[in-house]
């Protein structure tokens, strides 16, 4: 998937991905991750979310990488707070007390400048890349943060009836991307009432990856 359809899909607003409130799943199962106040969480292609505020507001330190400089900017102006911004190779690194966003290419993130993280929270990230990209996410996403604790969000459909993003991720996928590093535990399985898009069925699950011993 092109860097462009991301950047137009923010600049037009069609982010019907964005929910507004806090998800859920996370607010119901965030203890399974067992983090302290001032434990980070990273969160791949944040966007915008609303669980950065509200995992703020449990004293967690949030790191996030995010394509779209739109949806960083607007993440702060709606935070309220006004970061530094130093650009970092190819990446823009906005940092502010306890939440640091690194704007640009995902793959571009090293451990370096990641630092250490204590726990992943992906909620729309592997469900938004294609097929061929998923691999290298989940790769270098374990790579990235040494293997560390993740909540992970997939979405379950029937793929012939829309195109994604978001995208159809069965539990078997979630075991070929993540089993040689992770225990993989199903939290919850729900169905979402209005269904994908308001149209198609589909169920929305969230795993618990926890590092194997």
Known sequence: MQH????QRWQNQQIGFHLDAVNPLLAAHFQALDLQAGQRVFIPLCGKTLDIHWLLSKGIHV???ELSQLAVDTLFTELGVTPSITQRGS???YSAEHIDIFQGDFFDLDKALL???NA???RAALIALPPEMRIRYSQHLINLTNGAPQLLISFHYDQSLAEGPPFNVSAE???A???????INLLADEILPTGLKGKFPAQEKLWLLSPLK
């Open 177 to 183: 991307h993540y089993a040689q590093a992770y225990d």
């Open 91 to 93: 990446l823009r690194h």
């Open 120 to 122: 992943i929270y992906d």
């Open 173 to 175: 996928e979630v075991t």
């Open 4 to 7: 462009d359809f991301w950047h």
């Open 63 to 65: 790191s996030g990488a």
């Open 115 to 117: 630092g250490k993280v």
